[in-house]
C-alpha cells in the first residue's frame, strides 16, 4: 500500500494514490465496523493522546472511537482547562508531550499552522483534526468516500461546495483533494464569503444558488461559522436561508441522483431544510459521520505502520 507520509497535517502534500490508498483501507475498516465484533489490535502497545484546543465532540469522539477499536490507548487531555490557558507555549507543550512518550497525536487548534509546529517539535506521528481556517484533512478524506461509495467513483464528478468558503477549512480540504482526483469543483456563496483567488484552484465561483447547482452530482452544504466571524458578513440567517439555503426547490437544479452533504453540526433551517438533511434518498449526512470513524483507523493504521518501519530502520526516512 502506497502511503509514506509521517504525519497527516494536511491533503496538500498527499498524492493521489496515497489518497486511494486510505480510501481503500478505510473501506475494510467500514466492514469491521458493521460486524459484530468491532476490535483489531493494529495499534496493540502504541498510545494515542487527543489534544482539542477546540470544542469538536463529534471529530473528537469520532478519534477516540477509532484508536479504541484499533487496540491503542488513548488519552483525552482537555486543553480547554490546561497550562495553555495559564500561558504555557506550544513548545512546552511539545516538550511535555515528548517526556511521556506518545505515539500518535491527534491535534485540533484554532490557529492556522499550530498542528504543524507542533509535529517539527514532538516526537511521534501527528494527525491533523482541524487547525484555523487551514485544513481539516480527515473530514476531506470521509467526504471522498462517501462521494466514492454513493457513486462509484471519486472522478470527473461536478461537485458544488457551498456557503461560508471563507472561514472553512473543510472547503480547503476538499477543494484540494477533489482537485487532484480530477473533479470538476464548483463554490456557491454569498460574495462576502468567498474568498478572493479561487479562480487559482481550478474551481468556477457562483454566487448564485440556482446557477451554482446546476446538473452537479454532489452538494456539499457547509456551516456557518458565526465564531471566526467579526462582522457582517450576512443581512440575516433568515435572508441566508432564502437566497443559499439548501431547499427543495434550489436542490431541483442538481441531477435527479444527486447526494446532499453536510459535515456537520447543521443549522437546519439557515444552511439546510431538515426535510432535505432527513431525506434517506439524497441525504449522506449519516453516512458522513459513520465513514469518519472508518477514515481515522485507516490513517492512524497507515501512520501507524510507517511509526514502525522507522523505529525498525531508523536509517531510513519514512
Not at 502511503?3 to 486510505?22: A, C, D, N, S, Y
Not at 500518535?104 to 499550530?114: D, W
Not at 494527525?127 to 466514492?148: F, S, V
Not at 466571524?229 to 442538481?254: N, Q, T, V
Request: charged share 25%; glycine share 6%; hydrophobic share 40%.
Amino acid at each position: 500500500m502506497t502511503f509514506r507520509q509521517k504525519h497527516l497535517l494536511g491533503i496538500e502534500p498527499l498524492h493521489p494514490e496515497e489518497i486511494r490508498t486510505v480510501l481503500d483501507l478505510a473501506e475494510r475498516y467500514v466492514d469491521l465496523n458493521r460486524a459484530a465484533e468491532k476490535h483489531s489490535d493494529v495499534l496493540r502497545g502504541l498510545t494515542q493522546i487527543n489534544m482539542f484546543f477546540e470544542n469538536s465532540t463529534r471529530t473528537q469522539a469520532s478519534f477516540e472511537l477509532a484508536g479504541k477499536r484499533l487496540g491503542a490507548d488513548v488519552m483525552n487531555m482537555s486543553m480547554q482547562a490546561s497550562s495553555i490557558k495559564k500561558g504555557e507555549t506550544l513548545i512546552d507543550t511539545a516538550l511535555t508531550l515528548n517526556a511521556m512518550h506518545p505515539d500518535l497525536l491527534v491535534v485540533r487548534h484554532p490557529h492556522s499552522g499550530a498542528v504543524n509546529l507542533l509535529a517539527e517539535k514532538v516526537n511521534c506521528a501527528v494527525l491533523n483534526a482541524g487547525d484555523g481556517k487551514h485544513e481539516h484533512p480527515t473530514q476531506a478524506l470521509l467526504d471522498a468516500l462517501t462521494i466514492r461509495r454513493a457513486k462509484g467513483r471519486l472522478h470527473r464528478l461536478n461537485i458544488a461546495i457551498c456557503g461560508d468558503i471563507a472561514h472553512s477549512r473543510v472547503a480547503r480540504s476538499n477543494l484540494m483533494l477533489l482537485g487532484k482526483m480530477e473533479n470538476r469543483v464548483r463554490l456557491v456563496g454569498p460574495a462576502t464569503l468567498m474568498p478572493s483567488g479561487m479562480e487559482e484552484f481550478g474551481c468556477e465561483v457562483f454566487d448564485d444558488m440556482r446557477e451554482g447547482l446546476k446538473d452537479v452530482d454532489v452538494v456539499m452544504m457547509l456551516r456557518l461559522q458565526r465564531e471566526r466571524m467579526d462582522g457582517g458578513f450576512i443581512p440575516s440567517e433568515r435572508e441566508y436561508y432564502h437566497r443559499w439555503g439548501l431547499d427543495a426547490e434550489k436542490l431541483a437544479y442538481a441531477k435527479p441522483d444527486a447526494i446532499v452533504m453536510h459535515p456537520g453540526p447543521m443549522n437546519r433551517g439557515v444552511e439546510i431544510d431538515g426535510q432535505i438533511a432527513d431525506d434517506i434518498n439524497r441525504s449522506v449526512i449519516q453516512e458522513q459521520v459513520e465513514m469518519g470513524v472508518a477514515v481515522r483507523m485507516a490513517a492512524m493504521d497507515l501512520l501507524a505502520r510507517n511509526l514502525r518501519a522507522a523505529h525498525a530502520n531508523p536509517e531510513v526516512m519514512v
